[in-house]
Structures are given as C-alpha cells and as structure tokens.
C-alpha cells in the first residue's frame, strides 16, 4: 500500500482532504500527519474562514484519529533540523515522511519540496491531482468507489455529480476530473 504524508494545504481543503481520506478508507493509501500539520491547517482555516468553528475542526480531527489510528506521526521531532528545504518551516513535514517511511508527499506547494532533495531520502513530492491520477492508472475501481463514497458523504450541502466535480477542479484537479467526467455514471 502506498504511504503519504498529506501536508497542511491538503488537509486545509475539505474537498481534497475527504477525496485522499476516502481513497485510504478504500485501502488505496496509508496517510500520515503529524500533530504540527494538524494545528498548521486547522489554525490558517479558523484565521481564513470566520464562519467556520474550532469545534466543528476539532471534530474532524478527532474523526481522523478514530478513522486512522496509525496516522498520527510522532518521535520525528529530532530529524527535523538536520534537514535542509527552501522554507525551513518545512522541515518538519519531511522529518514526518522520513520517519514514517513513506513514498510521497502530496501537497500543493511543490516548489517548497524539491525532488533533487527528496529523492535521497526516497520520497517523491506530488500534486494531488498527479498522486490521485497514478491511483487511477494502477486501480481504477477502487478509486471511483472512493470517489462515489466521498461524494455521497457530502450532506451539507449535498453534490451532484456535476457540482462535484466543480469543486475539484477548482481545487487544481483536472487529470483526475477529466477521468472522472468519463465514468460519472459510477460516482
């Protein structure tokens, strides 16, 4: 199974974040965060979203702890300065993929995650419109009953088909929507 560490901006879109936690449900991907990705994208939601509240993120925090017992990262704290990224920031989100041995890192923020640093440590940065797309390609099933199931989890308000796949493609998502436009009887 395929190991990710989903970074902040991920995790901050609810649309990206549902998609990558049902493909994990679905058994498509092992997702890791570590508490510091946690705060970093519940805090910038509260700051940026003022209709939003702490309680309701705090909910799908602890929704993601039941969910992914094994997601939450910890003891990686001492790598963490020892690695060396265009915004130091960062640091801690490679010191997560390093000590859970994973093969990706899917965020938006590719430029803050070279690959000429990351492969040394056998980690690859991806979109995730890129990282979802190779799900396609290796399991094309599992990835559109994914899709279907994280669509119909959407109750407030609830999507259609089309609306849906609005959202993600407004999220920057379009190999994945343009898969997706092709099979829209199964999501």
């Known amino acids: 199974m395929t190991r990710v560490v989903l970074d902040a901006c991920i995790l901050y879109s609810a649309s990206l974040r549902g998609l990558l936690l049902h493909c994990a449900t679905g058994g498509l991907l092992q997702s890791f965060w570590s508490e510091e990705i946690q705060n970093k994208w519940t805090r910038n939601l509260l700051r940026n979203r003022l209709d939003l509240e702490r309680e309701s993120l705090e909910s799908t925090r602890r929704k993601m702890k039941a969910n992914f017992p094994n997601g939450l ?29 994973t093969e990706y890192i899917v965020t938006v923020n590719l430029k803050d995650f070279p690959n000429t640093v990351l492969r040394s440590y056998g980690i690859e940065a991806v979109s995730p419109d890129e990282f ?44 994945t929507v343009a898969f997706l436009r092709t099979h829209e009887g199964d999501i």
């Open 73 to 101: 990262v910890r003891g990686y704290e001492s790598i963490t300065a020892t690695l060396s990224l265009p915004d130091p920031k960062d640091r801690h989100v490679l010191a997560v993929a390093i000590h859970a041995q």
């Open 132 to 175: 979802v797309f190779r799900l396609i390609q290796r399991e094309p099933p599992l990835v559109l009953l994914a899709t279907k199931h994280h669509r119909l989890s959407l109750k407030r308000p609830p999507k259609t088909v089309a609306e849906y796949l609005f959202t993600l493609e407004k999220q920057g998502m379009p190999k």
